[in-house]
């Protein structure tokens, strides 16, 4: 099974990049991934893109997303995504949620918002913030999921505090800037989960990092397969 699930996810992923050649938009992809008939193809995207980690990022409403819905998240999704794009230092990616469809992942390295060991936000990294959580108030109909992240330096006790510690802040600026809370989940995860080799400094440079998973709330879901979503 393993096996065909990765024949099937190399052959879209030959196919996306073929259409990456045309004048084939994202919009599009979102659809594939969202509808009913890309549902085990976007598993396996998300599997290959995001390690296994899509799989879990928001929260599965359950039954399939019908691909008209799918290609309406994925044009929402696209559009915030190229708002995102312009805020400095915030490095933006598509990936896959629970339901397969289109979501957005923005990393921000930690030293773009706090100094080395600490978990409070620096002047510099609000105006970035500001920028995201405007564009988060655009898009009500969408949940916030935020991991801190650290390198392998000192115990893992005092890495798990920092990076919930981390993840809580940038919650708490969010929120004080009109996210609401119920919108808005946060996780240390210490330093598990990896990007770079944590034995040289450039490594751990890229494993101190803030991750923030932008995914379609039921809300969204229930508006696009209405046809109400704009």
Known sequence: ?????????????????????????NSTKGGVLGGAGGALLGAGIGALVGQKKGAAIGAAVGG????GAGVVIGKKMDKQKAELEKIEGARVETV????NLQAIK????SGILFATGKSELNASSKT????FATSLKETPETDVTIYGHTDNTGSKEINL??????????ASFLNSNGILSERITTEGKSFDEPVADNSTAEGR????????YITAN???INQAEQGTLK
């Open 96 to 99: 896959t949620d629970a339901n």
């Open 218 to 220: 039921k809300q969204m």
């Open 161 to 170: 505090q920092l990076s919930k510690n981390r993840a809580a802040s940038v």
């Open 1 to 25: 099974m393993k096996s065909f699930n990765k024949t099937i996810a190399l052959l879209l992923c030959s196919i996306m990049l073929l259409g990456s050649c045309s004048s084939t938009k």
């Open 205 to 212: 440079a890229q494993n101190r990092r803030v991750e923030i």
């Open 128 to 131: 970035a913030l500001n920028k």
């Open 106 to 109: 923005v990393t921000f390295d």
């Open 64 to 67: 399939a997303v019908g691909a």
